[in-house]
């Protein structure tokens, strides 16, 4: 019997996707609940599985074309594994080209590349990569379109740094050496924006656009949160199996702060204001496709370990494709960590329709006045981005300095003073 493979529903608001990547070919045998294909929506990635056990009949929507919910993708042909017939989905990835693109030798005896998906491998023929070169975060250890891609970038990225490092030779006489002419092929590479991409873009300008934004700036001494995390680290992995990170004191310090000052906390709507008595963070992190900001329901009413356990699960399955529709929608406030890839300012956007986000930044030893003497402490530069039309210049800086208060002093956090 033929089944029909449909685009399932991935939210209220959603109509149209994105086809990601087939992991089957057409003629694989899969079975039931094997996902098949990843359909992208302006959210999250899904994978769709087999409703049986059966045979890939046929393929009707391609990796990257657009689909409407409920649409037809392919055809699945019910039924047992064919005797030497239709080849199995796994087996082929993990059998083709032996020796060749999927196979990779390493060490004694050779081992295996990752399973390629079928759009990943087209990319490292195109840029005459092995798999074996690139990291696999697909799930089961699959090599996904978008691991070649952030591996090209990255190559990229490391090639231009070591050109700018080069000394500017000089020619006779002193003077500059002329232009090098271009050589060789200069290509160009046109890709369409993934559905992720587009709704940032659009988000970012809504944003810049429909709120009054400015940002404030403080700095904070981050030497009592790093004594604490130094004494306590063994027993906290000890006890948590889980490190004690610096996020999960913002997340704490936050969730205090807009106790205090609830307008942060709230959302315009209409000529309303709508204030949350609850407290939903939204945590930045880099995920397969790019930067999200999953949501620690509730962190008002999570521990330290809790808090950094949840973000740790986030982060994983941010990593692998797998969050949730739900995880990434309605926040409250939203936290950034810019440190991790090394900035040191910025000022952070707004995620509307809230009204504040803190950004987070590298820590550096800088030279302070303490008490009347010169010292050196590892600081941290923090922005608050708000929406002015909700929150007062007055509220916001006092908003920032009660942060910097209690990460200087974690007690605080634990006293509620």
């Not at 004694?108 to 990319?123: C, D, F, K, N, Y």
């Not at 702060?257 to 204030?275: C, H, M």
């Not at 050196?376 to 916001?396: F, K, N, Q, S, W």
Request: cysteine-free; aromatic content about 4%; hydrophobic content about 40%.
């Amino acid at each position: 019997m033929s089944i029909d493979l449909k685009v399932p529903s991935v939210g209220e608001s959603v109509t149209e996707v994105v086809i990601g990547e087939w992991l089957v070919e057409q003629g694989d045998y899969v079975e039931e609940d094997q996902p098949v294909v990843v359909v992208e929506s302006d959210k999250v990635n899904l994978e769709v599985p087999a409703p049986k056990s059966g045979t890939i009949a046929e393929i009707l929507i391609g990796a990257g074309d657009t689909a409407k919910v409920g649409e037809v993708l392919g055809r699945l042909e019910e039924g047992e594994r064919p005797a030497g017939g239709a080849r199995d989905a796994d087996a082929a990835d993990d059998s083709e080209g032996d020796g060749g693109e999927d196979a990779v030798q390493g060490g004694e005896g050779g081992s295996s590349a990752p399973r390629v998906t079928p759009a990943a491998r087209r990319l490292l023929a195109e840029h005459g990569l092995e798999a074996g070169a690139v990291k696999a975060t697909g799930p089961g250890g699959r090599l996904l379109k978008e691991d070649v891609l952030r591996h090209v970038e990255e190559a990229g990225a490391r090639k231009a740094e070591a050109s700018k490092a080069q000394p500017a030779r000089k020619a006779s006489g002193g003077a500059p050496a002329p232009a090098p002419v271009p050589v060789g092929e200069r290509t160009e590479e046109r890709v369409r924006m993934s559905p992720l991409r587009r709704t940032v873009a659009r988000r970012l300008v809504e944003a810049q656009q429909t709120a009054a934004l400015l940002t404030t700036f403080n700095e904070i001494d981050m030497s009592a949160v790093m004594d604490l995390r130094k004494v306590h680290r063994e027993a906290f992995i000890e006890r948590y199996d889980i490190k004690l990170g610096f996020m999960s004191f913002f997340v704490k310090a936050v969730v205090e702060a807009l106790k205090q000052f609830p307008a942060v906390n709230a959302r315009i709507d209409g000529e309303e204001i709508v204030y949350h008595h609850y407290f939903d963070i939204g945590v930045a992190v880099g995920g397969g496709r790019g930067l999200v900001v999953p949501v620690i329901r509730n962190a008002e009413r999570l521990s330290f370990a809790e808090v950094e356990q949840t973000i740790n699960d986030l982060g994983r399955r941010a990593r692998d494709n797998k969050l949730k529709l739900d995880e990434l929608t309605g926040g409250t406030f939203s936290i950034t960590n810019g440190g991790v890839y090394g900035s040191l300012l910025s000022t952070p956007i707004i995620n509307p329709p809230q009204s504040g986000i803190l950004g987070m930044h590298g820590i550096q030893e800088r030279p302070v006045a303490v008490d009347g003497q010169v010292v050196i402490r590892p600081m941290m530069y923090v922005a608050l981005t708000y929406d002015h039309r909700i929150v007062d210049g007055r509220e916001a800086v006092t908003f920032l300095r009660r942060i910097k208060e209690l990460v200087e002093s974690p007690v605080r956090m634990l006293l509620e003073v």
